[in-house]
């Protein structure tokens, strides 16, 4: 597994704890000028944000994230007009960028953790970083996030993605994502983007005490099921959730 050069922050700073419980406004980041008309304007995201509170993202720093992060620059040029849709698209190779939804679901439960009620998440976990931006998104919530995609031709297009945001806290890694990353842990957060059949352990092995992991599992009938697992000092403590749909876990890298 190479380890990948970080990039220096320019999206917005995280809300302080004590923001967590008020309705802090987002704003936009200003990396490169934006591509399709129109797109670069806080008022498109807002309209997103809304539609996320409407469907239940109450967690102010999520909806700040969402707010933030301009979805439009990771996916497709052709796909642009659809970027603030809640639906997921491709990104090539078989994969594609989570609905904006699912990615705020995910972040949502993710400051659940018992870790992150004294504050923001010292250190996540990303496994699957497919075009980068459920790790942009992540980067206003953690002090450190570590991304891992398991195919070179994501991983290149996440590093061209992101690096106009120049996100310092911000690892891209290259490996497979199955054996987590060590070097890293122990994590506060581990968020999964990729379903397979049961956890692999080390994930487990890598959670801190206290730490939450958000991943989608296969269930009966070939669903998906979204778990959250928390770590407490008795061991894992796991929760099944909605029915989702996300690409196959698959091990290896290619």
């Known amino acids: 597994m190479s380890r990948r050069p ?13 923001q967590r419980g008020t309705a802090a406004a987002a704003q936009a980041p200003a990396p ?4 399709g008309v129109g797109l670069d304007s806080s008022a498109v995201r807002m ?6 509170a409407a469907q239940g993202i109450a967690e102010p720093a999520v909806l700040q994230a969402m707010g933030a992060v301009e979805r439009h620059r990771f996916v497709d040029s052709a796909l642009v007009n659809q970027a603030y849709e809640d639906t997921s698209l491709p990104i090539g190779l078989g994969q594609t960028i989570s609905k904006p939804s699912v990615v705020a679901r995910m972040a949502q439960l993710l400051l ?6 004294s504050g923001p998440l010292a250190r996540v976990l990303e496994i699957g970083t497919g075009c980068g931006y459920q790790a942009a998104v992540l980067s206003l919530l953690a002090r450190e996030v570590y991304s891992i995609e398991r195919l070179r031709g994501l991983h290149e297009k996440a590093r061209a993605n992101l690096r ?3 996100l310092a806290n911000v690892h891209l ?3 497979d994502g199955m054996a ?32 939450r992991l958000v991943a989608p599992v296969a269930a009966a009938g070939g669903r998906q099921a979204l778990i959250v697992v928390d770590k407490t000092p008795l061991g894992l403590k796991q929760s099944v959730l909605e029915d989702v749909h996300f690409v196959p876990l698959k091990s290896g890298v290619a």
């Open 180 to 211: 987590g990353f060590a070097q890293g842990a122990p994590y506060a957060g581990i968020v999964v983007a990729a379903g397979g059949a049961h956890l692999p352990p080390a994930w487990c092995d890598q959670l801190a005490v206290g730490g």
């Open 173 to 175: 890694l290259f490996g």
């Open 6 to 18: 970080t990039f220096p922050a320019r999206l917005d700073p995280r809300p302080a704890p004590e």
């Open 164 to 166: 106009p945001f120049r």
């Open 47 to 52: 309209r997103m944000v809304q539609r996320l």
């Open 112 to 117: 659940g953790a018992g870790l992150a009620r």
């Open 32 to 35: 490169s000028p934006a591509r």
